[in-house]
């Protein structure tokens, strides 16, 4: 195992930026190309269902905050590692303020230094 999961929490910290950016351009090099996402409704396979399937919900969730709260490293090591945590905010859709909450687990994997979310499975 490496010898702090400080690398891995900064790239989190960078995927909640990047998604909180609406700047789909920015989640872009944050996912591994073979990723998996795993909603409540349906999965999705691939960058770029994956990236597709985001801008779509960025089109229709206006001023969405995504906070990633209680970060836990479940495990870490030179190559993978996979957290959890929990989700919750604000958006406004049609016109009227919503709010949603669940938890996550990602999967992350190092591709040649650089980490990659290979999975999300996100839950209400």
């Given at each position: 195992?490496?010898?702090?999961?400080?690398?891995?929490?900064?790239?989190?910290?960078?995927?909640?930026?990047?998604?909180?950016?609406?700047?789909?351009?920015?989640?872009?090099?944050?996912?591994?190309?073979?990723?998996?996402?795993?909603?409540?409704?349906?999965?999705?396979?691939?960058?770029?269902a994956?990236?597709?399937?985001?801008?779509?919900?960025?089109?229709?969730i206006?001023?969405?905050?995504?906070?990633?709260?209680?970060?836990?490293?479940?495990?870490?090591?030179?190559?993978?590692?996979?957290?959890?945590?929990?989700?919750?905010?604000?958006g406004?859709?049609?016109?009227?303020?919503?709010?949603?909450?669940?938890?996550?687990?990602?999967?992350?994997?190092?591709?040649?230094?650089?980490?990659?979310?290979?999975?999300?499975?996100?839950?209400?």
């Amino acid at each position: 195992m490496p010898e702090s999961s400080a690398p891995l929490t900064e790239f989190i910290r960078a995927y909640e930026q990047a998604t909180n950016s609406h700047d789909i351009t920015q989640l872009v090099p944050l996912i591994a190309s073979g990723a998996v996402y795993r909603f409540s409704d349906g999965s999705l396979r691939g960058r770029e269902a994956i990236i597709s399937d985001i801008a779509e919900t960025f089109a229709a969730i206006r001023d969405e905050i995504y906070p990633i709260d209680d970060l836990e490293w479940i495990t870490h090591r030179d190559d993978d590692a996979i957290c959890r945590y929990r989700f919750a905010g604000p958006g406004t859709i049609d016109g009227q303020p919503r709010s949603g909450r669940g938890r996550g687990t990602n999967v992350l994997v190092n591709h040649a230094g650089t980490w990659q979310m290979l999975q999300e499975h996100l839950s209400a």
